[in-house]
C-alpha cells in the first residue's frame, strides 16, 4: 500500500483529503505543521507528499529546501492559496512535481496523485531493471559496476560480464561450458580451470567468506549458481 503524506494547517482541508486518500486504498500520514511534516517526510519518507506553502513553523519551501538537500526523492504535490507565477517557478524549481492552487477540486487533485505516483512507479521499475541489489551490493547493469554500500568495488570487464550473467539467471544452475560460452564467447577455447580463477576473485570481492560463498555457490560436478 502506498503512503501519502499531508501537510496541511486547515484542518478542514487536511480530514478531507485524508478521508478521501483513505478511501482510495492508500495509507495516509498527517502533519498540522511543516515541523511535524518534515519530521515524518525524514523519518518514514511517504511515497508522495501533499505540502502546503503558507505552514506554521516551517514553510513548505523550506521544507522542499531540506529534503532535496538531504537527498530525500519524494514526489510532491504543492497544494497553496498562492497563485502568483513566481511562487509556482519557485516550488518547481525547489523539487515539487505539480503545483495546485486553492480551491481545487478533489477529483482532479486525485487523479493528479494517481498521474505522478504512476510515473514514480514507472521509473522505479526502469531503475530495477538497469540494477540488481542484494545484501550491500548493486549490480548497476548500465554503468556496469559493482557497487557495496554506493561506493564502487574495482572489477575487471570480464569479472563484471560474469557476475552479471550469474545475477541475470539467479537461481538457476549454469554449466561451466554455457557460462564459457555466454561470457568469453563460442569462439573461445579456454577450460573450466579459467572460470573457476574468475569466481574465485569474484567470491572475494561479494562473499563475506569467500571460503564459505553464500551467493556463488559451486554445484559439483556441474557449475554454478547465483543466490542473492
Known sequence: METVLIVEDDPSIRLGLQKNLKFEGYDVLTAADGERGLQLAIDRPPDLIILDIMLPKISGFEICKTLKKNDINVP??????????????????????DYVTKPFNVREL?????????????????????????????????????????????????????????VENRGKVLERREILNKVW?????????????????????????????QHIVTVRGVGYKFVP
Open 76 to 97: 510532491i504535490i504543492v497544494l497553496s492559496a498562492k497563485d502568483q507565477d513566481i511562487d509556482k517557478i519557485m516550488g518547481l524549481d525547489l523539487g515539487a512535481d
Open 110 to 166: 486525485l487523479a493528479r496523485i494517481n498521474s505522478v505516483l504512476r510515473r514514480k512507479r514507472r521509473y522505479e521499475r526502469e531503475r530495477a531493471e538497469k540494477s540488481f541489489r542484494f545484501g550491500p551490493f548493486t549490480v548497476d547493469f548500465e554503468g556496469q559496476v559493482l557497487l557495496k554500500d554506493g561506493q564502487p568495488i574495482d572489477t575487471s570487464v570480464r569479472e563484471f560480464k560474469l557476475l552479471r550473467f550469474l
Open 185 to 213: 564467447g563460442y569462439d573461445y577455447f579456454g577450460t573450466a580451470r579459467t572460470i573457476d580463477n574468475f569466481i574465485t576473485k569474484l567470491r572475494q570481492k561479494i562473499e563475506p567468506t569467500p571460503e564459505r560463498p
